[in-house]
């Protein structure tokens, strides 16, 4: 089921089964502790978790990856961590329907500022109401970014909610300064390829 990336860091996927694309989740070790990172639940999912350290978190990226983040968070007692990215309105109503409907009110809110667990950082994307997580020499962002052939690509979109026309940033202007700012060398994403290394390079 997981496939080793490194030696702390293991992922694990399926087809999302409306729009054919493949959909990733890791899980992040340090001291004998794990960190599940926007998990999808299969079957075995529990049990592998634990043969492989401590259940200790659930940190998720972004307010669409609900995956199984709250049932195994649950089933395993898991603190459930879910982004605080001041949106707008409508966004902001959308994502609390979205938390009282999959049983997320357990979840801790969780900003730039906040004690993650394993050492992990967080930084807001702007204008993607996503959170990019640093994990040692990684980058781990839902969307926002993911490698194909070992190339870096971008989402398509992503512009800014309060701003218009050319001042609108695309995904790449928003996320390269983090990927600057915390000198990644990988990159982990909750789609198509993780870059392993040499991510640097590329920017």
């Given at each position: 089921?997981?496939?080793?990336?490194?030696?702390?860091i293991f992922r694990w996927g399926t087809v999302?089964?409306?729009?054919?694309?493949?959909?990733?989740?890791?899980?992040?070790?340090?001291?004998?502790?794990?960190?599940?990172?926007?998990?999808?639940?299969?079957p075995g999912l529990n049990n592998m978790i634990k043969v492989l350290g401590e259940p200790l978190a659930i940190i998720m990226t972004n307010y669409v990856h609900l995956r199984g983040c709250?049932?195994?968070?649950?089933?395993?007692?898991m603190q459930l961590f879910i982004p605080d990215i001041k949106v707008v309105k409508e966004d902001e109503n959308i994502t609390n329907m979205f938390i009282d409907l999959y049983g997320?009110?357990?979840g801790q809110f969780y900003t730039e500022t906040t004690d993650l667990p394993?050492?992990?950082?967080?930084?807001?994307?702007?204008?993607?109401?996503?959170?990019a997580l640093k994990f040692g020499d990684f980058l781990i962002v839902g969307d926002s970014a993911y490698g194909i052939d070992g190339k870096l690509r971008f989402?398509?979109?992503g512009f800014n909610?309060?701003?218009?026309?050319?001042?609108?940033?695309?995904?790449?202007?928003?996320l390269l300064p983090i990927l600057r700012k915390t000198a990644a060398k990988g990159l982990l994403s909750g789609h198509?390829?993780?870059?392993p290394s040499g991510l640097q390079e590329q920017l």
């Amino acid at each position: 089921m997981f496939e080793p990336i490194t030696k702390s860091i293991f992922r694990w996927g399926t087809v999302d089964g409306e729009s054919g694309y493949m959909m990733y989740s890791h899980l992040l070790l340090k001291d004998d502790k794990a960190v599940l990172i926007d998990p999808l639940a299969m079957p075995g999912l529990n049990n592998m978790i634990k043969v492989l350290g401590e259940p200790l978190a659930i940190i998720m990226t972004n307010y669409v990856h609900l995956r199984g983040c709250s049932p195994i968070s649950k089933q395993l007692n898991m603190q459930l961590f879910i982004p605080d990215i001041k949106v707008v309105k409508e966004d902001e109503n959308i994502t609390n329907m979205f938390i009282d409907l999959y049983g997320m009110k357990h979840g801790q809110f969780y900003t730039e500022t906040t004690d993650l667990p394993l050492g992990i950082r967080a930084f807001s994307i702007p204008g993607r109401h996503e959170m990019a997580l640093k994990f040692g020499d990684f980058l781990i962002v839902g969307d926002s970014a993911y490698g194909i052939d070992g190339k870096l690509r971008f989402y398509p979109s992503g512009f800014n909610s309060d701003e218009t026309g050319s001042k609108a940033r695309t995904t790449s202007e928003a996320l390269l300064p983090i990927l600057r700012k915390t000198a990644a060398k990988g990159l982990l994403s909750g789609h198509m390829e993780d870059i392993p290394s040499g991510l640097q390079e590329q920017l």
